[in-house]
């Protein structure tokens, strides 16, 4: 497992187990919200297609814990965007 950014590898082990805590504790935060993530997933890409083709089946959508918030990151591969006049 990578250390976070905000550990060294000298860190106390209690500073390594909190931040493994947190990790867990986000994960299984989106394992319950498994259908809530989908959800999002599928309205974020049906946003981004009204400005141009996407690639759907490749898209990814996951919750991260960044700098102690919990962040969405959405990777949807656009093939081409729309001209808007």
């Known amino acids: 497992m990578a250390m976070s950014q905000g ?3 000298g860190a106390p082990s209690k500073d390594v187990a909190r ?3 947190k990790i867990l504790l ?6 319950a919200n498994r259908g809530l993530l989908e959800k999002l997933k599928k ?7 009204r400005y141009g ?9 996951r ?8 962040v969405v ?8 965007l729309r001209r808007i006049t």
């Open 73 to 80: 990151l959405a990777r949807i591969p656009v093939r081409s």
């Open 7 to 9: 550990l060294s590898l």
């Open 26 to 31: 986000v994960h299984d935060r989106a394992e």
């Open 43 to 49: 309205d974020l890409i049906g946003v981004v297609a």
């Open 53 to 61: 083709e996407v690639e759907a089946e490749k898209a990814e959508v």
């Open 19 to 21: 931040e493994r805590l």
């Open 63 to 70: 919750i991260a814990r960044v700098d102690c918030q919990s």
